[in-house]
């Protein structure tokens, strides 16, 4: 059951090219964001499509597969993990963000 705790996978097209960041370090570090799609009948019998979109971070080789193959639009599968952090902003205000943080991606289209 531990395997289970704090894990999210999801299939969806990658919304933008990918933001990629070489800290000081030399560690790699990537962002995106992934759209998922649901559709459901509501009342009425019509069919709803309703999109999510979820922020997607991922670190070293991970992040530099997305560097070398992922495009916006792409299909793509990760397994990760629930995070919350926060953080200043350039006007010195607090953000707060909620992210995946991938530990595994399969790349699904061509």
Not at 52 to 74: N, P
Not at 84 to 105: A, L
Request: charge should be positive; glycine fraction near 8%.
């Amino acid at each position: 059951m531990n395997a289970m705790k704090n894990r999210v996978q999801l299939i969806g097209n990658v919304g933008n090219d990918p933001e990629i960041k070489t800290l000081e370090s030399g560690k790699k570090l990537a962002h995106l964001s992934i759209a998922t799609r649901e559709s459901y009948r509501n009342d009425k019998g019509e069919k709803v499509e309703q999109t999510e979109w979820h922020r997607v971070t991922a670190w070293d080789k991970t992040a530099e597969i997305i560097e070398k193959f992922v495009v916006k639009g792409k299909e793509v599968a990760v397994d990760g993990k629930l995070t919350h952090r926060s953080y200043d902003d350039k006007n010195g205000g607090k953000r707060y963000t909620t992210e995946v943080v991938i530990n595994e991606i399969l790349l699904l289209s061509k």
